[in-house]
């Protein structure tokens, strides 16, 4: 095994395009394991020492701050040349694109690589298009050595596993206690800071695209809904039931709906309070209820919405939720008090989250205006933060409701309050674009 890695230099941001070689941190392999010899000893993920993988998993859980091993999703990584075709199977990203923090991929046996391949952690995309990487096992063998102005072309690929997002946004911070999930259309899974991936869609055929994701109370799992109503469960979510209740089959594309008739795509989904259960809502505001979470009525038993239904947010009680529209029109249910708004917006709510207590949550128009009811705090606004040229797409708070993230149809994803700053996919080429986000 081997292992290609590109490092960023502390005095560099990694979003920026310095010299050749000026942004490589230098050898910052664990000296434990450095020092053992070759094959001596099994890392704390799983791969051995002074192999490639294993440097490469260092740096994508102590540089790119995602908790990767070999293990990561669910089947073995193993040697470098599964590396690739692993991550298709997952819905990871992997195209001829480089970004930095990602994985340089050659699938062995050509131009002197291995037949067991090799993988690199990409640390600089210089101007002209090439890249500079740091590796272990490459040119020296079981040791650390950087090699600079490489054509992309020099590698079978690039993973992008939880890339440093060359384009717009620093690296989420490593030492945060928070993390986050970027979902695309296709159920392709992003995750960053403390969020785990349990899995995704990504490499299945869908009927119907995925259009949010949900996480479990725990923050070990989470559920994919898709607008035909069908649920995909990964890590520790149960599955309660889908639209109309047929069943699910695990990655399998054909469960939910099967084939069912809706009067209106389901577009989105919600856990109730204690996360034993959830709540869809179609675009006519016809609420459906799984597991613990109690119906208490919905649009199409009052005739009908003032605009399309964009999300359902239980309140506090569990007995109770509010359903908010396009044009900015809540309706109550059961115990949710009413809190507003209730007037048109002209730039179009596309999301909107709870408080973690449920007596309060935040709107989200399409120009990222996010406004504040109940008990949720005014933290600020994605367009007084930043110019973004593309929709906003969703928004998720923090476990202590102390600040959220906004996030764009390209990836990209702004932090407010206590929501750390940094992640995202901007600037990366995604197959889909991002529909949802969950967060803690």
């Not at 559920?223 to 990964?234: I, R």
């Amino acid at each position: 095994m081997t292992a290609f890695a590109l490092v960023l230099g502390s005095s560099t941001a990694p979003w920026g395009h310095p010299s050749a070689g000026g942004a490589v941190v230098g050898n910052d392999y664990p000296s434990k394991l450095a020092n053992a010899p070759k094959d001596s000893l099994v890392d704390p993920w799983s791969f051995f020492n002074r192999e490639c993988t294993s440097f490469v998993a260092s740096r994508l859980n102590q540089v790119n701050g995602v908790a990767f091993n070999d293990f990561y999703g669910g089947p073995q990584w193993g040697n470098a040349e599964n590396w690739g075709p692993t991550a298709r199977s997952l819905g990871i990203v992997v195209n001829d694109t480089p970004s930095v923090g990602s994985v340089a991929w050659d699938a062995g046996g050509v131009g002197g690589t291995p037949a067991e391949g090799h993988v690199a952690w990409v640390a600089n995309v210089e101007p002209n298009g090439t890249v500079d990487v740091e590796e272990y096992n490459y040119t020296v063998a079981g040791g650390y050595d950087v090699r600079t102005g490489l054509s992309p072309s020099t590698f079978s690929g690039f993973i992008h596993i939880h890339d440093l997002d060359t384009a717009s946004s620093p690296p989420f911070p490593a030492s945060s206690p928070n993390g986050f999930w970027l979902v695309g259309s296709d159920g392709g899974i992003f995750n960053f800071g403390r969020a785990s991936f349990y899995g995704s869609t990504g490499s299945l055929r869908l009927q119907r695209p995925v259009v949010g994701i949900t996480p479990t109370a725990t923050r070990s799992g989470y559920w994919l809904v898709a607008s035909d109503g069908g649920v995909f469960s990964f890590g520790d979510a149960g599955f309660f039931g889908s639209v109309p209740g047929i069943g699910f089959r695990p990655a399998d594309a054909s469960g939910g709906l099967g084939g069912a008739h809706l009067d209106a795509p389901v577009v989105g989904m919600v856990p109730s309070m204690d996360g034993k259960g959830y709540f869809m809502v179609a675009a006519d505001g016809g609420v459906f209820s799984f597991g613990d979470a109690t119906y208490e009525g919905s649009c199409p038993g009052l005739g009908g919405c003032f605009g399309a239904a964009v999300a359902v947010i239980p309140d506090a009680s569990g007995r109770g939720y509010w359903l908010v529209t396009q044009i900015g029109v809540v309706y109550d249910f059961g115990d949710a008090p009413f809190m507003g708004p209730s007037h048109w917006t002209p730039s179009g709510i596309v999301s909107a989250v709870r408080t973690p207590d449920g007596r309060g949550y935040w709107v989200l128009a399409k120009d990222g205006t996010v406004t504040a009811y109940g008990d949720a705090p005014a933290l600020g606004s994605a367009t007084a933060a930043a110019e973004i040229d593309d929709p906003a797409t969703a928004i998720y708070a923090t476990s202590d409701g102390g600040g959220y993230w906004v996030a764009t149809s390209s990836g990209g994803v702004y932090g407010f309050g206590d929501a750390p700053t940094g992640g995202g996919m901007r600037g990366t080429h995604l197959n889909a674009p991002i529909v949802g986000a969950a967060g803690f």
